[in-house]
Protein backbone atom coordinates (compact mmCIF):
# COMPACT_ATOMS: atom_id res chain seq x y z
CA UNK A 1 0.00 0.00 0.00
CA UNK A 2 1.26 3.52 -0.95
CA UNK A 3 0.00 6.54 1.65
CA UNK A 4 0.81 9.85 0.64
CA UNK A 5 1.09 12.40 3.63
CA UNK A 6 2.65 11.92 7.16
CA UNK A 7 -0.39 13.92 8.97
CA UNK A 8 -2.97 12.45 11.40
CA UNK A 9 -4.72 11.05 8.57
CA UNK A 10 -1.61 9.12 6.62
CA UNK A 11 -0.29 8.08 10.01
CA UNK A 12 -3.91 6.86 11.73
CA UNK A 13 -3.81 4.49 8.60
CA UNK A 14 -0.21 3.43 9.40
CA UNK A 15 -1.27 2.63 12.94
CA UNK A 16 -4.13 0.93 11.77
CA UNK A 17 -2.37 -1.73 9.24
CA UNK A 18 0.11 -2.29 11.90
CA UNK A 19 -2.40 -3.09 14.69
CA UNK A 20 -3.54 -5.92 12.02
CA UNK A 21 -0.19 -7.01 11.66
CA UNK A 22 0.35 -5.47 8.33
CA UNK A 23 4.04 -3.87 7.73
CA UNK A 24 3.79 -3.56 3.98
CA UNK A 25 3.02 -0.10 3.30
CA UNK A 26 5.08 3.53 2.74
CA UNK A 27 4.01 7.09 3.11
CA UNK A 28 5.41 9.77 0.74
CA UNK A 29 5.44 12.84 2.54
CA UNK A 30 6.73 15.90 0.59
CA UNK A 31 8.26 17.68 3.96
CA UNK A 32 10.91 16.95 5.80
CA UNK A 33 8.99 15.68 9.33
CA UNK A 34 5.34 14.29 10.32
CA UNK A 35 3.03 16.31 11.71
CA UNK A 36 0.96 18.18 8.41
CA UNK A 37 -1.13 21.26 9.73
CA UNK A 38 0.81 21.09 13.20
CA UNK A 39 4.43 20.87 11.41
CA UNK A 40 2.99 23.92 9.29
CA UNK A 41 1.00 25.94 12.22
CA UNK A 42 3.32 27.89 14.14
CA UNK A 43 1.64 31.31 14.18
CA UNK A 44 1.12 32.48 17.75
CA UNK A 45 -1.64 30.74 19.43
CA UNK A 46 -2.23 28.05 17.43
CA UNK A 47 -3.77 25.67 19.43
CA UNK A 48 -6.84 23.20 19.47
CA UNK A 49 -10.32 23.71 19.71
CA UNK A 50 -11.48 20.36 20.20
CA UNK A 51 -10.50 18.77 24.03
CA UNK A 52 -7.35 17.26 23.67
CA UNK A 53 -8.38 13.78 25.59
CA UNK A 54 -11.05 13.66 22.32
CA UNK A 55 -8.43 15.21 19.84
CA UNK A 56 -6.19 12.39 20.10
CA UNK A 57 -6.02 8.32 18.85
CA UNK A 58 -8.30 6.17 20.80
CA UNK A 59 -5.36 3.82 21.05
CA UNK A 60 -2.68 6.53 22.26
CA UNK A 61 -4.15 8.75 25.24
CA UNK A 62 -1.38 10.82 26.50
CA UNK A 63 -1.45 11.19 29.89
CA UNK A 64 0.43 14.20 30.03
CA UNK A 65 -1.25 16.66 28.18
CA UNK A 66 -0.49 20.08 29.58
CA UNK A 67 -3.85 21.45 29.02
CA UNK A 68 -7.30 20.71 27.81
CA UNK A 69 -6.90 22.82 24.60
CA UNK A 70 -2.95 21.86 24.00
CA UNK A 71 -0.69 23.94 21.80
CA UNK A 72 0.66 22.97 18.58
CA UNK A 73 3.85 22.52 20.35
CA UNK A 74 2.52 19.99 22.44
CA UNK A 75 0.22 18.31 19.40
CA UNK A 76 3.80 18.10 17.36
CA UNK A 77 5.20 16.35 20.37
CA UNK A 78 2.29 13.82 20.81
CA UNK A 79 2.48 12.99 16.48
CA UNK A 80 6.37 12.39 17.05
CA UNK A 81 6.14 10.73 20.35
CA UNK A 82 3.47 8.33 18.49
CA UNK A 83 5.25 8.23 15.58
CA UNK A 84 8.58 7.26 17.69
CA UNK A 85 6.78 4.40 19.92
CA UNK A 86 5.22 2.93 17.13
CA UNK A 87 8.88 2.73 14.57
CA UNK A 88 6.84 3.92 12.23
CA UNK A 89 10.01 6.13 10.23
CA UNK A 90 10.79 3.53 8.60
CA UNK A 91 7.96 3.53 6.43
CA UNK A 92 8.16 7.27 5.69
CA UNK A 93 9.98 8.54 2.46
CA UNK A 94 10.38 12.31 3.56
CA UNK A 95 10.83 15.49 1.19
CA UNK A 96 8.88 13.62 -1.72
CA UNK A 97 6.00 14.90 -3.46
CA UNK A 98 3.69 13.18 -5.60
CA UNK A 99 3.14 14.38 -8.99
CA UNK A 100 0.75 11.77 -10.36
CA UNK A 101 -1.26 8.12 -9.83
CA UNK A 102 -2.25 5.94 -12.43
CA UNK A 103 -4.25 2.49 -12.23
CA UNK A 104 -3.19 0.59 -15.00
CA UNK A 105 -5.96 -1.45 -16.31
CA UNK A 106 -3.47 -4.39 -17.55
CA UNK A 107 -1.87 -5.48 -13.98
CA UNK A 108 -4.53 -3.78 -11.81
CA UNK A 109 -2.19 -1.61 -9.49
CA UNK A 110 -0.80 2.00 -9.54
CA UNK A 111 2.06 3.83 -10.53
CA UNK A 112 2.69 6.58 -8.58
CA UNK A 113 5.71 9.32 -9.76
CA UNK A 114 7.40 11.80 -7.34
CA UNK A 115 9.37 13.62 -9.95
CA UNK A 116 12.54 11.38 -8.92
CA UNK A 117 11.26 8.04 -8.08
CA UNK A 118 8.25 6.06 -9.54
CA UNK A 119 6.26 3.23 -7.10
CA UNK A 120 4.36 0.43 -7.46
CA UNK A 121 1.52 -0.58 -5.37
CA UNK A 122 -2.06 -2.79 -5.25
CA UNK A 123 -3.66 0.34 -2.46
CA UNK A 124 -3.20 4.34 -3.05
CA UNK A 125 -4.50 5.97 -0.21
CA UNK A 126 -3.98 9.76 -0.53
CA UNK A 127 -3.91 11.15 3.26
CA UNK A 128 -3.35 15.12 2.32
CA UNK A 129 -5.67 16.88 4.06
CA UNK A 130 -8.84 19.41 3.64
CA UNK A 131 -6.67 22.44 5.44
CA UNK A 132 -2.93 22.19 3.90
CA UNK A 133 -3.00 24.76 0.92
CA UNK A 134 -2.92 28.39 2.44
CA UNK A 135 -5.08 30.60 0.35
CA UNK A 136 -4.54 34.57 -0.23
CA UNK A 137 -7.69 36.61 -0.99
CA UNK A 138 -8.25 37.84 -4.15
CA UNK A 139 -7.82 41.50 -3.34
CA UNK A 140 -5.90 44.07 -6.22
CA UNK A 141 -2.64 44.89 -5.26
CA UNK A 142 -2.09 42.00 -3.51
CA UNK A 143 2.08 41.89 -4.37
CA UNK A 144 2.44 45.74 -4.07
CA UNK A 145 2.69 46.19 0.08
CA UNK A 146 5.92 47.10 0.47
CA UNK A 147 6.40 45.65 4.27
CA UNK A 148 5.89 41.97 5.49
CA UNK A 149 3.25 39.85 4.67
CA UNK A 150 2.54 36.48 5.20
CA UNK A 151 -0.25 33.81 5.68
CA UNK A 152 -1.21 32.76 9.28
CA UNK A 153 0.04 28.95 8.14
CA UNK A 154 3.56 30.76 7.07
CA UNK A 155 4.11 32.65 10.17
CA UNK A 156 7.43 34.44 10.03
CA UNK A 157 8.88 34.31 13.06
CA UNK A 158 11.73 36.53 11.94
CA UNK A 159 9.11 39.80 12.13
CA UNK A 160 8.86 41.44 15.12
CA UNK A 161 5.66 42.84 15.69
CA UNK A 162 6.31 45.10 18.96
CA UNK A 163 5.23 48.10 18.66
CA UNK A 164 4.53 47.68 15.13
CA UNK A 165 0.75 48.54 13.58
CA UNK A 166 -0.51 45.31 12.22
CA UNK A 167 -3.35 44.57 10.37
CA UNK A 168 -4.90 41.30 10.31
CA UNK A 169 -7.21 40.49 7.52
CA UNK A 170 -10.34 37.89 8.63
CA UNK A 171 -11.93 36.65 11.31
CA UNK A 172 -11.82 32.70 11.17
CA UNK A 173 -10.35 30.30 13.58
CA UNK A 174 -6.64 31.06 13.20
CA UNK A 175 -7.17 34.78 13.54
CA UNK A 176 -9.01 34.77 16.73
CA UNK A 177 -6.23 32.40 18.03
CA UNK A 178 -3.58 35.21 16.52
CA UNK A 179 -5.83 38.46 17.37
CA UNK A 180 -5.53 37.79 21.50
CA UNK A 181 -1.55 36.62 20.96
CA UNK A 182 -0.30 39.29 19.50
CA UNK A 183 -2.69 42.53 20.71
CA UNK A 184 -0.39 43.02 23.69
CA UNK A 185 2.86 43.25 21.87
CA UNK A 186 2.28 45.41 19.20
CA UNK A 187 1.38 49.19 18.90
CA UNK A 188 -1.99 49.21 16.66
CA UNK A 189 -3.63 46.25 15.82
CA UNK A 190 -6.53 46.50 12.58
CA UNK A 191 -8.41 43.25 12.68
CA UNK A 192 -10.68 43.43 9.07
CA UNK A 193 -13.34 41.34 9.08
CA UNK A 194 -15.53 40.43 6.93
CA UNK A 195 -18.20 38.44 8.86
CA UNK A 196 -18.56 38.07 12.63
CA UNK A 197 -17.85 34.86 13.50
CA UNK A 198 -19.98 33.12 16.34
CA UNK A 199 -17.93 32.79 19.84
CA UNK A 200 -18.23 30.13 22.76
CA UNK A 201 -16.65 30.16 26.06
CA UNK A 202 -13.32 28.10 25.74
CA UNK A 203 -13.57 26.22 28.61
CA UNK A 204 -9.66 25.68 28.68
CA UNK A 205 -7.75 24.43 31.94
CA UNK A 206 -3.90 23.32 33.10
CA UNK A 207 -3.62 19.31 33.48
CA UNK A 208 -0.85 19.95 36.39
CA UNK A 209 1.29 16.87 38.10
CA UNK A 210 -1.63 15.46 40.20
CA UNK A 211 -4.07 15.53 36.95
CA UNK A 212 -0.92 13.69 35.11
CA UNK A 213 -0.42 11.13 37.83
CA UNK A 214 -4.24 10.29 37.79
CA UNK A 215 -4.03 10.00 34.18
CA UNK A 216 -1.86 7.45 34.56
CA UNK A 217 -3.27 5.62 37.51
CA UNK A 218 -6.23 5.50 36.30
CA UNK A 219 -6.57 5.71 32.28
CA UNK A 220 -10.27 5.43 33.00
CA UNK A 221 -10.81 9.25 34.01
CA UNK A 222 -9.17 10.31 31.32
CA UNK A 223 -11.25 8.00 29.13
CA UNK A 224 -14.33 9.57 30.96
CA UNK A 225 -12.74 13.23 29.99
CA UNK A 226 -12.83 11.91 26.63
CA UNK A 227 -16.23 10.51 26.54
CA UNK A 228 -17.82 13.61 27.82
CA UNK A 229 -16.12 16.11 24.93
CA UNK A 230 -17.42 13.23 22.82
CA UNK A 231 -20.90 13.51 24.01
CA UNK A 232 -20.87 17.19 23.73
CA UNK A 233 -19.86 17.12 20.09
CA UNK A 234 -22.39 14.72 19.65
CA UNK A 235 -24.70 17.36 21.58
CA UNK A 236 -23.95 20.30 19.53
CA UNK A 237 -24.70 18.53 16.37
CA UNK A 238 -28.10 18.68 17.18
CA UNK A 239 -28.03 22.39 16.67
CA UNK A 240 -26.35 22.45 13.23
CA UNK A 241 -28.70 19.67 12.34
CA UNK A 242 -31.42 21.63 12.80
CA UNK A 243 -32.61 21.43 16.78
CA UNK A 244 -33.95 24.56 17.32
CA UNK A 245 -33.81 24.32 21.23
CA UNK A 246 -30.08 23.23 20.83
CA UNK A 247 -29.93 25.73 18.78
CA UNK A 248 -31.20 28.42 21.33
CA UNK A 249 -29.37 27.08 23.78
CA UNK A 250 -26.05 27.43 22.46
CA UNK A 251 -27.23 31.12 20.21
CA UNK A 252 -28.09 32.41 23.62
CA UNK A 253 -24.91 31.36 25.46
CA UNK A 254 -22.75 33.07 22.71
CA UNK A 255 -24.65 36.37 22.97
CA UNK A 256 -24.42 36.18 26.52
CA UNK A 257 -20.68 36.14 26.06
CA UNK A 258 -20.78 38.65 23.78
CA UNK A 259 -22.61 41.17 26.12
CA UNK A 260 -20.41 40.41 29.25
CA UNK A 261 -17.55 40.86 27.39
CA UNK A 262 -18.07 43.94 24.81
CA UNK A 263 -19.87 46.63 26.60
CA UNK A 264 -19.62 48.78 24.16
CA UNK A 265 -22.51 48.46 22.17
CA UNK A 266 -21.70 49.85 18.83
CA UNK A 267 -18.54 47.18 19.21
CA UNK A 268 -20.77 44.82 20.01
CA UNK A 269 -23.60 45.06 16.82
CA UNK A 270 -20.16 44.97 14.58
CA UNK A 271 -19.55 41.58 16.27
CA UNK A 272 -22.55 39.85 15.96
CA UNK A 273 -22.83 37.29 13.37
CA UNK A 274 -25.75 38.09 10.69
CA UNK A 275 -26.31 34.17 9.56
CA UNK A 276 -27.69 31.17 11.34
CA UNK A 277 -25.17 29.93 14.14
CA UNK A 278 -23.30 26.69 12.98
CA UNK A 279 -22.90 27.82 8.93
CA UNK A 280 -18.94 28.95 9.25
CA UNK A 281 -17.36 27.37 11.78
CA UNK A 282 -18.10 28.24 15.38
CA UNK A 283 -15.50 29.71 17.46
CA UNK A 284 -14.39 29.14 20.99
CA UNK A 285 -12.65 31.35 22.53
CA UNK A 286 -12.50 33.39 26.00
CA UNK A 287 -10.09 36.00 25.42
CA UNK A 288 -10.78 37.38 21.37
CA UNK A 289 -13.73 39.71 22.34
CA UNK A 290 -11.42 41.07 25.51
CA UNK A 291 -8.53 41.58 22.95
CA UNK A 292 -10.58 43.13 20.03
CA UNK A 293 -12.24 45.95 22.94
CA UNK A 294 -8.73 46.83 23.99
CA UNK A 295 -7.96 50.46 23.06
CA UNK A 296 -5.02 49.66 20.94
CA UNK A 297 -7.19 47.67 18.76
CA UNK A 298 -9.41 48.60 15.56
CA UNK A 299 -12.21 46.46 14.45
CA UNK A 300 -12.94 47.35 10.22
CA UNK A 301 -15.64 46.14 8.97
CA UNK A 302 -15.55 48.33 5.53
CA UNK A 303 -14.45 46.28 2.83
CA UNK A 304 -11.19 46.39 1.48
CA UNK A 305 -10.96 47.55 -1.76
CA UNK A 306 -7.15 47.06 -2.27
CA UNK A 307 -3.62 46.57 -0.62
CA UNK A 308 -0.82 49.30 -1.11
CA UNK A 309 2.58 49.66 -1.05
CA UNK A 310 1.54 51.68 2.74
CA UNK A 311 -1.26 48.96 3.91
CA UNK A 312 -4.89 48.87 3.04
CA UNK A 313 -7.44 50.93 1.36
CA UNK A 314 -10.86 50.54 1.89
CA UNK A 315 -14.10 50.79 -0.23
CA UNK A 316 -14.55 54.14 1.28
CA UNK A 317 -11.57 55.65 0.28
CA UNK A 318 -10.10 55.50 3.53
CA UNK A 319 -6.38 54.63 3.83
CA UNK A 320 -5.28 52.46 6.41
CA UNK A 321 -1.32 52.46 6.89
CA UNK A 322 0.30 49.56 8.42
CA UNK A 323 4.02 48.04 8.57
CA UNK A 324 2.80 44.32 8.68
CA UNK A 325 -0.18 42.35 6.76
CA UNK A 326 -1.14 38.92 8.26
CA UNK A 327 -3.21 37.03 5.86
CA UNK A 328 -5.75 34.69 8.23
CA UNK A 329 -8.02 33.75 5.21
CA UNK A 330 -8.44 30.47 5.76
CA UNK A 331 -7.07 27.32 2.84
CA UNK A 332 -7.90 26.30 -0.47
CA UNK A 333 -10.84 23.36 0.33
CA UNK A 334 -12.29 22.65 -2.35
CA UNK A 335 -9.31 21.49 -4.43
CA UNK A 336 -9.53 17.65 -3.33
CA UNK A 337 -6.36 16.14 -4.43
CA UNK A 338 -5.87 18.34 -7.01
CA UNK A 339 -2.20 18.54 -6.09
CA UNK A 340 -1.68 15.03 -7.93
CA UNK A 341 -3.02 14.32 -11.16
CA UNK A 342 -4.93 10.95 -9.99
CA UNK A 343 -6.09 8.75 -13.28
CA UNK A 344 -8.51 5.42 -12.61
CA UNK A 345 -9.65 2.88 -15.10
CA UNK A 346 -9.38 3.56 -18.75
CA UNK A 347 -7.23 6.54 -17.88
CA UNK A 348 -10.00 8.77 -16.43
CA UNK A 349 -8.71 11.68 -14.71
CA UNK A 350 -10.10 12.25 -11.05
CA UNK A 351 -9.97 16.15 -11.40
CA UNK A 352 -12.59 15.68 -14.41
CA UNK A 353 -14.83 13.30 -12.80
CA UNK A 354 -14.98 15.82 -9.53
CA UNK A 355 -15.25 18.90 -11.91
CA UNK A 356 -18.74 19.61 -10.38
CA UNK A 357 -17.70 18.59 -6.24
CA UNK A 358 -15.70 16.17 -5.11
CA UNK A 359 -17.74 13.07 -4.33
CA UNK A 360 -17.03 9.37 -2.91
CA UNK A 361 -18.71 6.48 -0.91
CA UNK A 362 -18.26 7.24 2.76
CA UNK A 363 -15.88 9.86 1.41
CA UNK A 364 -13.26 6.90 0.86
CA UNK A 365 -13.68 5.25 -2.49
CA UNK A 366 -14.64 6.75 -6.00
CA UNK A 367 -16.77 4.22 -8.67
CA UNK A 368 -13.93 3.58 -11.64
CA UNK A 369 -10.69 4.00 -9.39
CA UNK A 370 -10.19 0.59 -8.11
CA UNK A 371 -7.86 0.37 -5.12
CA UNK A 372 -7.84 4.17 -4.32
CA UNK A 373 -8.88 4.58 -0.72
CA UNK A 374 -9.02 8.10 0.90
CA UNK A 375 -8.06 9.47 3.74
CA UNK A 376 -9.88 12.58 5.11
CA UNK A 377 -12.07 12.98 1.79
CA UNK A 378 -14.98 14.73 0.79
CA UNK A 379 -17.41 14.96 2.84
CA UNK A 380 -16.23 13.89 6.27
CA UNK A 381 -15.40 17.04 7.38
CA UNK A 382 -17.01 17.91 11.02
CA UNK A 383 -18.04 21.11 12.81
CA UNK A 384 -18.81 20.00 15.68
CA UNK A 385 -16.36 17.50 16.72
CA UNK A 386 -12.71 16.01 16.33
CA UNK A 387 -11.52 14.98 13.17
CA UNK A 388 -9.32 12.04 14.15
CA UNK A 389 -12.09 10.16 15.30
CA UNK A 390 -13.14 10.41 11.74
CA UNK A 391 -9.62 9.67 10.57
CA UNK A 392 -9.72 6.47 12.95
CA UNK A 393 -13.21 5.16 11.23
CA UNK A 394 -11.49 5.57 7.66
CA UNK A 395 -8.73 3.87 8.79
CA UNK A 396 -10.52 0.79 10.53
CA UNK A 397 -12.84 0.57 7.35
CA UNK A 398 -9.88 0.70 4.91
CA UNK A 399 -7.85 -2.34 7.09
CA UNK A 400 -11.32 -4.02 6.82
CA UNK A 401 -11.96 -3.32 2.99
CA UNK A 402 -8.10 -5.22 1.88
CA UNK A 403 -8.60 -8.06 4.45
CA UNK A 404 -11.98 -8.99 3.13
CA UNK A 405 -10.41 -8.83 -0.13
CA UNK A 406 -8.16 -11.42 0.56
CA UNK A 407 -10.36 -13.19 2.08
CA UNK A 408 -12.37 -13.81 -0.85
CA UNK A 409 -9.00 -13.84 -3.63
CA UNK A 410 -10.20 -10.30 -5.05
CA UNK A 411 -7.10 -7.88 -5.88
CA UNK A 412 -9.12 -5.38 -7.07
CA UNK A 413 -12.51 -3.90 -6.03
CA UNK A 414 -14.25 -0.33 -6.92
CA UNK A 415 -17.30 1.04 -5.36
CA UNK A 416 -20.45 0.36 -7.64
CA UNK A 417 -21.79 3.21 -9.19
CA UNK A 418 -25.51 2.90 -7.99
CA UNK A 419 -24.14 2.76 -4.75
CA UNK A 420 -22.31 5.47 -4.75
CA UNK A 421 -24.89 7.45 -5.83
CA UNK A 422 -27.26 6.40 -3.69
CA UNK A 423 -24.94 7.44 -0.57
CA UNK A 424 -24.47 10.78 -2.60
CA UNK A 425 -28.32 11.66 -3.12
CA UNK A 426 -28.83 11.13 0.72
CA UNK A 427 -25.78 12.78 2.31
CA UNK A 428 -26.97 15.88 -0.21
CA UNK A 429 -30.38 15.71 0.82
CA UNK A 430 -29.73 15.85 4.87
CA UNK A 431 -27.17 18.75 3.66
CA UNK A 432 -29.59 20.49 2.81
CA UNK A 433 -31.25 20.51 5.80
CA UNK A 434 -28.22 21.72 8.03
CA UNK A 435 -26.96 24.68 8.73
CA UNK A 436 -24.05 24.73 6.39
CA UNK A 437 -26.57 25.16 3.36
CA UNK A 438 -27.72 28.91 5.00
CA UNK A 439 -24.93 30.53 3.88
CA UNK A 440 -21.50 30.95 1.73
CA UNK A 441 -18.64 29.24 3.68
CA UNK A 442 -15.46 26.93 3.07
CA UNK A 443 -17.57 24.16 3.36
CA UNK A 444 -18.92 24.53 -0.37
CA UNK A 445 -17.66 24.50 -3.89
CA UNK A 446 -18.65 27.56 -6.20
CA UNK A 447 -21.86 25.91 -7.15
CA UNK A 448 -23.17 25.74 -3.82
CA UNK A 449 -22.49 21.70 -3.26
CA UNK A 450 -21.01 21.07 0.32
CA UNK A 451 -18.63 18.80 -0.53
CA UNK A 452 -16.56 18.95 2.56
CA UNK A 453 -18.96 18.01 5.61
CA UNK A 454 -20.16 15.06 7.02
CA UNK A 455 -24.56 15.72 7.49
CA UNK A 456 -25.05 13.41 10.50
CA UNK A 457 -23.61 12.69 14.25
CA UNK A 458 -19.94 11.02 14.50
CA UNK A 459 -21.53 7.90 15.86
CA UNK A 460 -23.99 7.73 12.48
CA UNK A 461 -20.72 7.55 10.60
CA UNK A 462 -18.78 4.90 13.18
CA UNK A 463 -21.66 2.66 12.14
CA UNK A 464 -21.99 3.44 8.71
CA UNK A 465 -18.30 2.34 8.67
CA UNK A 466 -17.78 -0.14 11.21
CA UNK A 467 -18.68 -3.07 8.54
CA UNK A 468 -17.35 -3.72 5.16
CA UNK A 469 -19.93 -5.33 2.06
CA UNK A 470 -17.93 -6.48 -0.52
CA UNK A 471 -21.27 -6.61 -2.41
CA UNK A 472 -21.17 -3.36 -2.53
CA UNK A 473 -17.81 -3.40 -4.76
CA UNK A 474 -16.85 -4.99 -8.01
CA UNK A 475 -14.26 -6.21 -9.48
CA UNK A 476 -11.66 -3.32 -11.65
C1 LIG B 1 -4.54 25.40 12.27
C2 LIG B 1 -5.48 24.23 12.23
C3 LIG B 1 -6.06 23.79 13.41
C4 LIG B 1 -6.93 22.69 13.39
N1 LIG B 1 -7.53 22.31 14.56
C5 LIG B 1 -8.38 21.28 14.57
C6 LIG B 1 -9.03 20.88 15.78
O1 LIG B 1 -8.86 21.47 16.83
N2 LIG B 1 -9.87 19.83 15.73
C7 LIG B 1 -10.12 19.15 14.56
O2 LIG B 1 -10.89 18.18 14.58
N3 LIG B 1 -9.51 19.51 13.41
C8 LIG B 1 -8.67 20.55 13.39
N4 LIG B 1 -8.07 20.93 12.21
C9 LIG B 1 -8.31 20.16 11.00
C10 LIG B 1 -7.05 19.30 10.68
O3 LIG B 1 -6.80 19.54 9.34
C11 LIG B 1 -7.26 17.85 11.00
O4 LIG B 1 -7.64 17.72 12.34
C12 LIG B 1 -6.03 16.94 10.76
O5 LIG B 1 -4.87 17.46 11.30
C13 LIG B 1 -5.87 16.63 9.30
O6 LIG B 1 -4.85 15.67 9.17
P1 LIG B 1 -4.49 15.09 7.72
O7 LIG B 1 -3.39 14.14 7.92
O8 LIG B 1 -5.73 14.59 7.07
O9 LIG B 1 -4.05 16.35 6.88
P2 LIG B 1 -2.76 17.26 7.03
O10 LIG B 1 -2.45 17.51 8.43
O11 LIG B 1 -2.99 18.44 6.14
O12 LIG B 1 -1.58 16.36 6.46
C14 LIG B 1 -1.44 16.09 5.09
C15 LIG B 1 0.01 15.74 4.81
O13 LIG B 1 0.12 15.38 3.44
C16 LIG B 1 1.29 15.97 2.90
N5 LIG B 1 1.07 16.10 1.45
C17 LIG B 1 0.13 16.84 0.83
N6 LIG B 1 0.21 16.70 -0.50
C18 LIG B 1 1.24 15.84 -0.74
C19 LIG B 1 1.81 15.31 -1.92
N7 LIG B 1 1.34 15.59 -3.13
N8 LIG B 1 2.87 14.46 -1.79
C20 LIG B 1 3.37 14.13 -0.57
N9 LIG B 1 2.85 14.63 0.58
C21 LIG B 1 1.79 15.46 0.50
C22 LIG B 1 1.42 17.29 3.62
O14 LIG B 1 2.76 17.78 3.60
C23 LIG B 1 0.95 16.91 5.03
O15 LIG B 1 2.02 16.51 5.85
C24 LIG B 1 -7.21 22.03 12.19
C25 LIG B 1 -6.63 22.50 10.99
C26 LIG B 1 -5.79 23.59 11.02
C27 LIG B 1 -5.22 24.10 9.73
N1 LIG C 1 -8.04 24.43 16.30
C1 LIG C 1 -8.50 25.54 15.87
O1 LIG C 1 -9.06 26.30 16.63
C2 LIG C 1 -8.30 25.90 14.46
C3 LIG C 1 -7.44 26.95 14.17
C4 LIG C 1 -7.26 27.29 12.85
C5 LIG C 1 -7.90 26.61 11.86
N2 LIG C 1 -8.74 25.59 12.16
C6 LIG C 1 -9.45 24.85 11.10
O2 LIG C 1 -9.10 25.42 9.86
C7 LIG C 1 -10.25 26.01 9.25
C8 LIG C 1 -9.85 27.28 8.55
O3 LIG C 1 -9.62 28.31 9.51
P1 LIG C 1 -8.99 29.71 9.10
O4 LIG C 1 -9.30 30.68 10.14
O5 LIG C 1 -7.56 29.51 8.73
O6 LIG C 1 -9.78 30.06 7.78
P2 LIG C 1 -11.35 30.42 7.60
O7 LIG C 1 -12.15 29.83 8.68
O8 LIG C 1 -11.68 30.08 6.21
O9 LIG C 1 -11.38 31.98 7.83
C9 LIG C 1 -10.92 32.87 6.85
C10 LIG C 1 -11.29 34.28 7.25
O10 LIG C 1 -10.80 35.16 6.28
C11 LIG C 1 -11.88 35.98 5.79
N3 LIG C 1 -11.61 36.30 4.40
C12 LIG C 1 -11.34 35.45 3.39
N4 LIG C 1 -11.14 36.13 2.25
C13 LIG C 1 -11.29 37.46 2.56
C14 LIG C 1 -11.24 38.65 1.80
N5 LIG C 1 -10.99 38.64 0.48
N6 LIG C 1 -11.47 39.82 2.44
C15 LIG C 1 -11.75 39.84 3.75
N7 LIG C 1 -11.82 38.74 4.52
C16 LIG C 1 -11.59 37.57 3.92
C17 LIG C 1 -13.11 35.12 5.97
O11 LIG C 1 -14.27 35.89 5.95
P3 LIG C 1 -15.71 35.21 5.60
O12 LIG C 1 -16.11 34.44 6.81
O13 LIG C 1 -16.59 36.35 5.31
O14 LIG C 1 -15.48 34.33 4.41
C18 LIG C 1 -12.80 34.50 7.34
O15 LIG C 1 -13.09 35.39 8.37
C19 LIG C 1 -11.23 26.19 10.40
O16 LIG C 1 -12.55 26.24 9.97
C20 LIG C 1 -10.94 24.97 11.24
O17 LIG C 1 -11.56 23.84 10.70
C21 LIG C 1 -8.94 25.22 13.45
Redesign the pocket.
Known amino acids: MLIVGAGLGGLAIALELRRAGIDDFVILEKAADVGG ?1 WRE ?1 TYPG ?5 PSPYYSYAAEPNPEWPRRYSEQADILAYIHDVVDRHALRRHIVFETTVRSAAYDDATGRWHVETGDEKYDAQFFVPATGQ ?1 SIP ?1 L ?3 PGLDSFAGPAFH ?2 QWDHSVDLAGKTVAV ?9 IIPKIQPEVGQLLV ?4 A ?1 YLLPRMDREYGPRQHRVFRKYPVVQRGERLFWWLFGEFWTFAVLGNPVVDRMFRATAAGMRALQIRDKTLRAKLTPDYPMGC ?2 V ?2 SSDYYPAVAAPNVRLETT ?2 DAITATGIRTVDGAEHAVDVLV ?5 A ?1 QEFLDSIEIRGAGGELLSQRWADGARAYLGIAVPGFPNLLIMYGPNT ?1 LGTGSIIYMLERQARYIRGLIEEMGRRGMATATVRADVEQGYDDDVQARLGKTAWASC ?3 YQSKSGRISSNWPRNVLAYSRRTATVDLAEYEPA
Open positions: VNAAVDVLLPKISAIGTGASAIQLQRSPKRLFGIYGTGFTNVSW
